[in-house]
T-cell receptor, first 111, second 115 residues
Framework: GQQVMQIPQYQHVQEGEDFTTYCNSS?????IQWYKQRPGGHPVFLIQ?????EVKKQKRLTFQFGEAKKNSSLHITATQTTDVGTYFC???????????FGKGTLLTVNP | DTGVSQDPRHKITKRGQNVTFRCDPI?????LYWYRQTLGQGPEFLTY????????KSRLLSDRFSAERPKGSFSTLEIQRTEQGDSAMYLC?????????????FGEGSWLTVV
């Protein structure tokens, strides 16, 4: 079945440093979604990428979808303590309904 | 609050007991999903409803698990004869539309601890 892998599993940064998490799928994705889950919270939708090579920005967050639609990345510029949480990528493979999540990257920020 | 609502938020049960979780999706969302999440893992898909029809079920959902959405609104997830391995957070989510890529809104989850 479809697998979605994320690296790194953990990332600890000093406030102000940049952060990047990478997502790779074993199959081509129709689209990819990114979620953020704060400690003790639930996943919250951040963004969806659909087109090959697509790049989207949300303030300090930059999301990219690979040309082959099998990988994606999330980059945060100048991290803040409010960025703390686990970032998940998720994609639809063969199913129209089943969103497969990666294991996530836990980001901690030292003030 | 008009988000996805789940009840109870926390449940501690003894092994072998049955538990039921309820989910109230965002009003007028025709799609409803159940996911399970354990510590350090991403959410794992369990099942999906479009209106009242259960259209997809994961192999993770053993015969001890059953989900219903009788009137196409709220949904219940029942676990019979609970086992310690069932301890997890059970997440309900909903979305609108018919294609892929609709924004999925998650509830705050129901934490299950089986002792």
């Amino acid at each position: 079945g479809q697998q979605v892998m994320q690296i790194p599993q953990y990332q600890h940064v000093q406030e102000g440093e940049d952060f990047t998490t990478y997502c790779n799928s074993s199959t081509t994705l129709s689209n990819i979604q990114w979620y953020k889950q704060r400690p003790g919270g639930h996943p919250v939708f951040l963004i969806q990428l659909v087109k090959s090579g697509e790049v989207k920005k949300q303030k300090r967050l930059t999301f990219q979808f690979g040309e082959a639609k099998k990988n994606s990345s999330l980059h945060i510029t100048a991290t803040q303590t409010t960025d703390v949480g686990t970032y998940f990528c998720a994609g639809y493979g063969g199913s129209n309904y089943k969103l497969t999540f990666g294991k996530g990257t836990l980001l901690t920020v030292n003030p | 609050d008009t988000g996805v609502s789940q009840d109870p938020r926390h449940k501690i049960t003894k092994r072998g007991q049955n538990v039921t979780f309820r989910c109230d999706p965002i009003s007028e969302h025709n799609r409803l999903y159940w996911y399970r999440q354990t510590l350090g893992q991403g959410p794992e898909f369990l099942t999906y409803f479009q209106n009242e029809a259960q259209l997809e079920k994961s192999r993770l959902l053993s015969d001890r698990f059953s989900a219903e959405r009788p009137k196409g609104s709220f949904s219940t997830l029942e676990i019979q004869r609970t086992e310690q391995g069932d301890s997890a957070m059970y997440l309900c989510a909903s979305s609108s539309g018919t294609g892929r890529g609709n924004t999925i809104y998650f509830g705050e989850g129901s934490w299950l601890t089986v002792v």
